[in-house]
Nanobody, 115 residues
Framework: QVQLVESGGGLVQPGGSLRLSCAAS????????MGWYRQAPGKQRELVAR???????TYIDSTKGRFTISRDNAKNTVYLQMNSLEPEDTAVYYC?????????WGQGTQVTVSS
């Protein structure tokens, strides 16, 4: 069983930055593929970025060059650094841990980009 707790969301102006953190409890964090998803009102949840157990990363096109996902296995934590934020990035951001058929979700953290 893995429990995920996100933090770092909030209100930011367009062009600003936020760093999201996701702390994982339980063992064997390093063997999980970790991801950040987001869900805007009225839209489906979508993958934002993923980092595999070996450190390789994947981003959706709209976040490439602006967002960076990273992980610290010693701290059981995955991060999402978000720069040059746009109003379209407004959503609830969810942390995800995945290994084979097992998948776990955090409770989400709200990110609002508005002037």
């Amino acid at each position: 069983q893995v429990q995920l707790v996100e933090s770092g969301g909030g209100l930011v102006q367009p062009g600003g930055s936020l760093r999201l953190s996701c702390a994982a409890s339980g063992s064997f964090f390093s063997i999980y593929d970790m991801g950040w998803y987001r869900q805007a009102p009225g839209k489906q949840r979508e993958l934002v970025a993923r980092i595999s157990r070996d450190g390789s990363t994947t981003y959706i096109d709209s976040t490439k060059g602006r967002f960076t996902i990273s992980r610290d296995n010693a701290k059981n934590t995955v991060y999402l650094q978000m720069n040059s934020l746009e109003p379209e990035d407004t959503a609830v951001y969810y942390c995800n841990a995945r290994m084979s058929v097992l998948t776990y979700w955090g409770q989400g953290t709200q990110v609002t980009v508005s002037s």
